[in-house]
């Protein structure tokens, strides 16, 4: 016997497990039976009076209607069944009651590992932007640091440069002063040799 819980009834039937609760109030025909653990376990017969019951809506059937014409067919039904130990199909067995519970926890385990990969998804996505985030500061840091290196160096540069320049200017001056000095000096001693000569010219 096929057992199913309210979660595969809801998936099977497309009907809400809020809707598949409330129906089991509104029809007193409609007997959902529990498990040791108090969880609604469906067989194949649940689906079949459920499915009864969406057509009977579909077709705009109210509440009384529904329970007068399925009422009277399920009775017809069981005095068919009435040899049949009713009891026996309903019943779960240890292996079954097992099945469920295993399938419980594969549901709920399921649903836990959806959320956990979803929340280690986001997490990974925090984690690349605050990565690519920083990788862009520690770029731009690295850029403001080696321009400033290289301005520093530039200007380190640039001052040896005008300070060598300063030098090579003030001695290349310092020589030009001295050649014109030696000029002047050589100009004016030519003048008195000449002075002197054209004195010594006119004694003679």
């Not at 040791?36 to 079949?48: D, M, W």
């Not at 705009?60 to 040899?83: F, H, M, P, R, Y």
């Not at 199909?89 to 099945?99: A, P, S």
């Not at 990974?124 to 403001?144: C, G, N, S, V, W």
């Amino acid at each position: 016997m096929d057992i199913y819980n309210i979660t595969q009834v809801s998936e099977i039937l497309d009907i809400k497990e809020t809707t598949l609760k409330r129906w089991e109030k509104d029809f007193d025909f409609l007997k959902i039976p529990r498990d040791l653990v108090g969880h609604r376990y469906y067989a194949n017969e649940h689906i079949e009076i459920l499915k009864n019951i969406k057509e009977l809506k579909d077709e705009g059937a109210n509440t009384n209607i529904i329970n007068k014409v399925l009422s009277k067919t399920l009775k017809v039904q069981e005095e068919k069944d009435k040899n049949i130990d009713v009891e026996k199909n309903y019943r779960i067995t240890e292996k079954n009651l097992n099945d469920i519970i295993l399938k419980q926890v594969e549901t709920l385990i399921n649903e836990h590992t959806k959320e956990l990969k979803e929340a280690a998804n986001a997490m990974a996505e925090t984690f690349k932007t605050i990565i690519i985030q920083r990788e862009e500061q520690l770029r731009q840091d690295f850029e403001i640091a080696l321009k400033q290196q290289l301005d520093y160096k530039i200007k380190k540069l640039e001052d040896k440069f005008e300070k060598q320049f300063e030098n090579q200017f003030i001695k290349i001056k310092e020589q030009i002063q001295f050649q014109n000095q030696n000029i002047i000096d050589y100009i004016a001693v030519t003048k008195e040799k000449d002075k002197k000569k054209g004195f010594f010219s006119k004694l003679l």
